[in-house]
């Protein structure tokens, strides 16, 4: 009865390569969010999506291309994969569009550049 | 611009000693503001928020306009309070962290 799900859990790969993580939640929420830990364990969020819409799009490298098949599901695809993207990703979801609802969040994605 | 800032990286107490953890932001408009912890292994969850008023796991937060704080406090630390403390805002359409204060508590 997971509520949001994030795989895989781990993911080493080398540079160049492209990447997706997959976020799934299932409680009904309208809207989903991915964010970015880094090695200083900062959180910065990247993406949010309300009913399969970007709200919201931060200042990331197109590289980062977010897809929501249907609003329970938030996949993030990485292309060509730099030695900075290694960091933990963390998939969020929240009831309504303001963020103003708890946000729960997934297990977080540890994402590892080589 | 909003911003929240924790100025403690890293902070460490005694079991039973009176814990502050703090957090300050800037926003121009009416904030509301949160608390999430991140305990070892598990996942980011939600503390407690300022318009509850609520005290959660012993832990309080005061919203102080005039000082433009929110520190989150607790009188008598547990060992399983340790963690990773994240002091969040609310803003337009979405939440901005702070960078976060590891909480270590000595047996």
């Known amino acids: 009865d997971t509520a949001v799900s994030q795989t895989p859990k781990y993911l080493v790969t080398q540079m160049g390569n492209d990447k997706s993580i997959k976020c799934e939640q299932n409680?009904?929420?309208?809207?989903m969010y991915w964010y970015k830990q880094d090695s200083k364990k900062f959180l910065k969020i990247m993406f949010s999506y309300n009913n399969k819409e970007l709200i919201i799009n931060e200042t990331v490298p197109n590289r980062f291309s977010p897809k929501s098949p249907d609003k329970a599901h938030l996949n993030l695809h990485i292309n060509s994969l730099e030695l900075g993207d290694s960091a933990v990703y963390f998939c969020a979801s929240s009831q309504d569009r303001t963020g103003g609802e708890t946000q729960y969040f997934g297990p977080g994605t540890r994402l590892l550049v080589l | 611009a909003q911003r929240v800032t924790q100025p403690e990286k890293l902070l460490s107490v005694f079991k039973g000693a009176p814990v502050e953890l703090k957090c300050n932001y800037s926003?121009?408009?009416?904030?509301?503001l949160f608390w999430y912890v991140q305990y070892s292994r598990q996942r980011l969850q939600l503390l407690l928020r300022?318009?509850s008023r609520e005290s959660i796991k012993g832990f309080t937060a005061d919203l102080n306009k005039g000082e433009t704080s929110f520190h989150l406090k607790k009188p008598f630390a547990q060992e399983e309070d340790s963690a990773m403390y994240y002091c969040?805002?609310?803003?337009?359409?979405?939440?901005?962290f702070g960078t976060g204060t590891r909480l270590t508590v000595i047996p």
């Open positions: 300022h318009i």
């Open positions: 926003y121009s408009g009416s904030p509301e």
């Open positions: 969040a805002l609310l803003g337009a359409n979405n939440l901005f």
């Open positions: 409680l009904g929420h309208d809207t």
